[in-house]
């Protein structure tokens, strides 16, 4: 038992930290992304079957892009189709039967994630296809954050995967001549994955541990490439400054502490100054975007930090220019509640309600629900307030954050 224990655990180490890097692997060669993710399951059902037995390997990555090769093969001979048999055959010339290290499997993740925002693919499906493809998120988790049905979600990634593969869509990293008609997409996807990943602080969901640093690594990697394109600096100091606060997230038993709580001597210093470099960086080039705006609203918290003051005044203003840019939900509620800080718990509560009448849909956002109790319990509007409370609870994922706003309602009492 204590082996097949372990085989489990191994495979799901490393499904969880190579599974982007291996499908990116077997896509590029094959161009057809559902082909390459069929096999690597098997490959993965094949390790839970011998690693107990044999033991695990040496190079449990190389093992698992092998068999997938080989599965490769074997279903194009069952497809009769010689054109995905000469794919999947120029794929076993590739040193299939050699031991290959972990280091000699080139990394083409990021051919991946631009194959996915290529203009072949529906706008609204490449975001979602990018967290299937490169983190391994599954289809109902991808419609969970989506807020639509797992059964439209998974018909939207497999038409996508179509499109892919009959257009012939290229798994390398395009000329810098195309980049901005896909470079939003890609950094949307980057951001929600670690969006994702950042609402799971202690990383007990297997579905989304090691998403944030997935999606710091990718995001370095497109600051790499483009040192003049000031998003991706943006999105890379935001990710940076988002980290430097995540030891504060959480106390020593595992409760949530909110961002006005938290002990800013546990906050990374060096991160921090990253942050700041890079978002230095981006403005020099004097053309801001969303990603700026929000790492400038980050830097303006960071400010507490070394002298103990928030500039709400400042954080005001940026989230004024965040909203005029794309006035996302986040953004409208963080404008609500900067406001309130600045100008009061009336001023941030009605302007809430503006947004809201203006836009119904933000009635099925936790966020909402749990600014607006937070408004109304400031206002001393008690019955509201536990009302909000309730409606804020019913719809966070997070046990710890539960406990807080339970909390938080109680002392209404």
Known sequence: MAGARDGAALAERVARESYGRLLAALAARTRDVAAAEDALAEAFAAALRAWPASGAPDNPEAWLFAAAKR????????AH???????????????????MRAD????????????????????????????QTILGLSAERIAAAFLVEPAAMSQRLVRAKKRIRDAGV??????????????QAVLEAIYAAY???WSDALGADSHRRGLSEEAVWLARVL?????DEPETLGLLALFLHLEARRPARRDAEGRYVALDQQDVGLWRDEMIAEAERTLFAAAKLQRAGRFQLEAAIQSAHARRRFDGVTDWNAICLLYAALVDLCASPAARLNQCAALARRDG?????????????AHPELGSYQPFWALRADLCARLDRRAEARAAYDQ???RERDPAVVVFLQKKRDALS
């Open 71 to 78: 599965k490769l093969i074997d279903f194009a001979r069952r």
């Open 195 to 197: 969006t994702e990943g």
């Open 223 to 227: 600051a790499a490439h483009t040192p």
């Open 345 to 357: 718990a009336q001023a941030g509560l009605d302007l809430l309600c503006d947004y809201a009448d």
């Open 81 to 99: 189709t010689a054109s995905q048999a000469q794919d999947a055959l120029a794929i076993a010339a590739e040193e299939l039967d050699e031991e």
């Open 104 to 131: 000699a499997l080139p990394d083409r993740r990021l051919g991946l994630l631009f194959a996915c925002a290529h203009p072949a693919v529906d706008e609204g499906a490449r975001t979602a296809l990018m967290l």
């Open 392 to 394: 804020a609870m019913a």
């Open 170 to 183: 290229p798994f390398d990293v395009p000329d810098p001549s195309v980049w901005p008609e896909r470079l």
